[in-house]
Structures are given as C-alpha cells and as structure tokens.
C-alpha cells in the first residue's frame, strides 16, 4: 500500500498484520482520486472508518487543508498515526478515538468524507442518513461511499443531492454530491 500521489508520493503505508481491516485496493484508490482530482485543493476532509488512514492520507497529500480521521479500533488507530508520521502529514491531522457513527452527531464543515466500513456491516446507510440530519456536508461537497458491488445504498432526501455510481469488481463507489445552488 502506497501514497499514489502529492508530497508524500511512493511512501509505504503499513497494512494490518490482521483482516479486521480491509484496505481499499490500489486499483480502487486510484479511481477514488480520479473521480475527485479538482476537489481536494484546500479541502476539509473526513475518513470515517479510517482503518490504516490511507484515503485521508492520500487527500492530504494532494492538497487538503486538513484531515480528521475517525475509528474506534486502538489497532487501527495506532496504523493511522504511524502512516502520518511517515508521510509527514501529522501536522494537518486529527485523529479521533470514536464510534464513527456518533462522531457525526457533532461533525460539522466537511468538504470530502470518505466513508469504508466493514461491508457486512449496514453503517453506510445510517451514516448517509446522519451526514444529512446533521448538515455535516458543506455546499458543494461530496461523500465517496465504498461498498461491495452488490449493495443498493439509497438516495438522500430531498433535491440537495446526487448519486453516481463506479463499478471496480466486487467493489461499487458510490459519491453522493451536495447541490447548493
């Protein structure tokens, strides 16, 4: 697992020694940052479920003002702050010891959040529905959702949003983007 592109580009990240966490492919990752190559410039950022850190570490990296990465696992953690220390990204970071879903009932300003839990898992749906009740997103911004390809995330309410989906093997992105005219 390494840093595509930006100041920290080629440095390794480190990978759990366990499968309780399960990295976004590179394959994936790169597609990820295609779909969002003009957004992150200055971005406040969010990854939810950080697991190793790797998707806010390689927003940083390619221009976000700032990062907060969520997760409750002491392990996952532990991965995130290594990762920062390596790349040299600490200093834009906040990382945060907590459930993820009820950190978003305090979240606020985000541009970019990043949401790959466990897949068995039915987060995401309760996730997207607090990201909306909250008003967590600011104008414009986007949540990039990873999921297996077989799972139906929904639409949000209202007209504020839009979904568009990307198909990458068993894996399905699914970016919901807010409209703020």
Known sequence: MRVITGTARGRTLREPANMDVRPTTGKVKEAMFNILQFRLENARVLD????????????????????????RSPESLKL???????????????????????????????????MDPPYAEKFLETALNLVERFDILNKNGIIMCESDRTRTLPELPGDRYTRREYLYGRVKLTVYGRNDL
């Open 48 to 71: 939810l479920f950080a697991g190793t850190g790797q998707l806010g570490i390689e927003a940083l990296s390619r221009g976000a003002a700032s990062c907060v990465f969520v997760d």
């Open 80 to 114: 995130v702050r290594e990762n920062l220390r390596a790349t040299g990204l600490a200093d834009r970071a906040t990382v945060v010891k907590s459930d993820s879903l009820a950190y978003l009932e305090q979240a606020r300003g985000f541009d970019l959040i990043f």
